[in-house]
């Protein structure tokens, strides 16, 4: 009895060292050009990356990518319940809006769209991040501002995390941007999949 017991502690304490294994996770990432891949084939892009590179290291976590070249946080508004029935999402990776910034849409209605995305996002229980984003200062200053602002906004009322807007770290570097100057290329990507593989693993609760 004595050396039974003193096995079954053994037992329990070597299976608290062990990492507990999570369930199946499906991670999306709902954003633009910037995260689709713009101009190169969708294995190509940071998320296609990731896609390979957690197929070996991470295969309970299903990364998919539901980003569309062009979209806006309305267009992202009114496909979401498609991509929600589709793909059942356990976490949402929102990288959207600087196509409206670009466009030149109101800082309000880009806010309320986004907090409408995510309010049916938590809804549904599904856990969301929102991506940081900024559009080029050429724009003005005070619309700039204006835009900037939205994302940490949003963030703090729907009590979601703020993820720095990759692109900052590459648009520095003009080799590794497109001539369009707006784009990552394909040598970037890589860049980006190493920046954002931490934030995502976080969301998909991995980390």
Not at 66 to 74: H, K, L, N, V
Not at 104 to 118: E, R, V, Y
């Amino acid at each position: 009895m004595k050396n039974f017991l003193i096995k079954f502690v053994f037992v329990i304490c070597v299976l608290g060292l062990i990492r507990p294994v999570f369930a199946n996770v499906s991670l999306v990432v709902l954003g633009d050009s910037l995260s689709a891949g713009y101009g190169m084939s969708p294995k190509e892009s940071w998320v296609g990356i990731l896609q390979q590179r957690w197929q070996t290291e991470y295969p309970d976590i299903t990364l998919i990518n539901a980003s569309i070249s062009g979209d806006t946080t309305q267009g992202a508004l009114n496909r979401l319940p498609g991509v929600v029935e589709k793909h059942q999402p356990t976490a949402v990776f929102v990288e959207l809006g600087g196509n409206d910034g670009l466009r030149g849409f109101t800082p309000t209605t880009i806010q309320d769209n986004l907090l409408q995305i995510i309010d049916q996002l938590q809804r549904q229980n599904v856990r969301v991040a929102l991506s940081q984003v900024r559009i080029p200062p050429n724009y003005g200053q005070r619309y700039s501002q204006m835009f900037a602002n939205i994302f940490p906004t949003v963030a703090k009322e729907a009590e979601i995390p703020l993820v720095p807007f990759f692109m900052e770290q590459i648009i520095v570097d003009e080799n590794l941007m497109q001539n369009d100057g707006i784009h990552p290329n394909r040598e970037a990507q890589p860049l980006i999949a190493d920046i954002m593989e931490p934030k995502l693993l976080e969301l998909a609760g991995v980390k």
